[in-house]
T-cell receptor, first 112, second 111 residues
Framework: ETGVTQTPRHLVMGMTNKKSLKCEQH?????MYWYKQSAKKPLELMFV???????ENNSVPSRFSPECPNSSHLFLHLHTLQPEDSALYLC???????????FGEGSWLTVV | QKEVEQDPGPLSVPEGAIVSLNCTYS??????FMWYRQYSRKGPELLMY????GNKEDGRFTAQVDKSSKYISLFIRDSQPSDSATYLC???????????FGTGTRLTVIP
């Protein structure tokens, strides 16, 4: 148990579906992150939120839409994804810039 | 050229062996260096965190940073089957908001 909880752990969706990934952190952190992990590629930072405000969008396609209603919750809304978007999506949190980040266990996404 | 280069392995060693995992990088501005361990179907967990050059030891694990060579290493002594995982190096010029990861090295320790 890392203190960062992600649901669902596994998701299969069609290219026309709309789904959402959820992340909740119980660590009292102020910053939350979405990362994408694909086979044989480095982790790719997607979005960063500090105190609920988006501070970084790493050129992510608009079919990925993040939402951060408060410092403890982070969502990733998915719409009209492509098969190449199949990957492990990792949520992470930390106290702020420069501090250690803690990852959740990830949501395995398969787009068919 | 990738920012961070890491041999993906896989690497198999017998139990009790000393394991050496390495990453090289090109950005001389990197100051924060981390090693994460990721078990199969799990998220990465922080193993070691060092700032600037030097060594850091924690139990069976030793992290080394050589900024002059742009080279970092993780040594595992007396390796155990429970050490079987993928090891990711990560580094940053400024902190956790701006981490650059290697692709990970998959390690198997054979009983």
């Amino acid at each position: 148990e890392t203190g960062v909880t992600q649901t669902p752990r596994h998701l299969v969706m069609g290219m026309t579906n709309k789904k959402s990934l959820k992340c909740e952190q119980h660590l009292g952190h102020n910053a939350m992150y979405w990362y994408k992990q694909s086979a044989k590629k480095p982790l790719e930072l997607m979005f960063v939120y500090n105190f609920k405000e988006q501070t970084e969008n790493n050129s992510v396609p608009s079919r990925f839409s993040p939402e951060c209603p408060n410092s403890s919750h982070l969502f990733l809304h998915l719409h009209t994804l492509q098969p190449e978007d199949s990957a492990l999506y990792l949520c992470a949190s930390n106290e702020g810039p420069g501090n250690t980040i803690y990852f959740g266990e990830g949501s395995w996404l398969t787009v068919v | 050229q990738k920012e961070v280069e890491q041999d993906p392995g896989p690497l198999s060693v017998p139990e009790g062996a000393i394991v050496s995992l390495n990453c090289t990088y090109s950005n001389s501005a990197f100051q924060y260096f981390m090693w994460y361990r990721q078990y199969s179907r799990k998220g990465p967990e922080l193993l070691m965190y060092t700032y600037s050059s030097g060594n850091k030891e924690d139990g069976r694990f030793t992290a080394q940073v050589d900024k002059s060579s742009k080279y970092i290493s993780l040594f595992i002594r007396d390796s155990q089957p429970s050490d079987s995982a993928t090891y990711l190096c990560a580094m940053s010029p400024t902190g956790a908001n701006n981490l650059f990861f290697g692709t990970g090295t998959r390690l198997t320790v054979i009983p």
